[in-house]
């Protein structure tokens, strides 16, 4: 069993930054790519950005590309999400995924674990 556990999010006014963590606990050494997903309401879940756990081959949306970054830690099982200049189309609900691939996955349905889910929301 693998359970991911986020933390960060919050408030933020526009042009602002976060940083979400998600770290991983349980059998975790089939989770070989990690991603951030997110969900505004009334829309679908997003994929955001995702890195692989042998190469760190990182892949992001176009929305946030510039904007975010993805960078994890293999010794402890870590990802994180920089999120800067932050604007209000940015405001959702941000999960942390995790798939038993190599591959990169930026569907819902390609990846087998999910974090709890935290908000973040960009206003004046």
């Known amino acids: 069993q693998v359970e991911l556990l986020q933390s960060g999010g919050g408030l933020v006014h526009p042009g602002g930054s976060l940083r979400l963590s998600c770290e991983a606990v349980?059998?975790?050494?089939?989770?070989?790519?990690m991603a951030w997903f997110r969900q505004a309401p009334g829309k679908e879940r997003d994929f955001v950005a995702g890195?692989?756990?042998?190469?760190?081959?990182?892949y992001y949306s176009d929305s946030v590309k510039g904007r975010f970054t993805i960078s994890r830690d293999n010794a402890r099982n870590t990802i994180h999400l920089q999120m800067n200049s932050l604007k209000p189309d940015d405001t959702a609900v941000y999960y942390c995924?995790?798939?038993?691939?190599?591959?990169?996955?930026?569907?819902?349905?390609?990846?087998?674990?999910w974090g709890q889910g935290t908000q973040v929301a960009v206003s004046s």
């Open positions: 995924a995790a798939r038993r691939s190599t591959m990169r996955g930026t569907g819902e349905s390609d990846y087998h674990y």
């Open positions: 890195i692989s756990r042998y190469d760190n081959t990182i």
């Open positions: 349980g059998r975790t050494w089939d989770m070989y790519y």
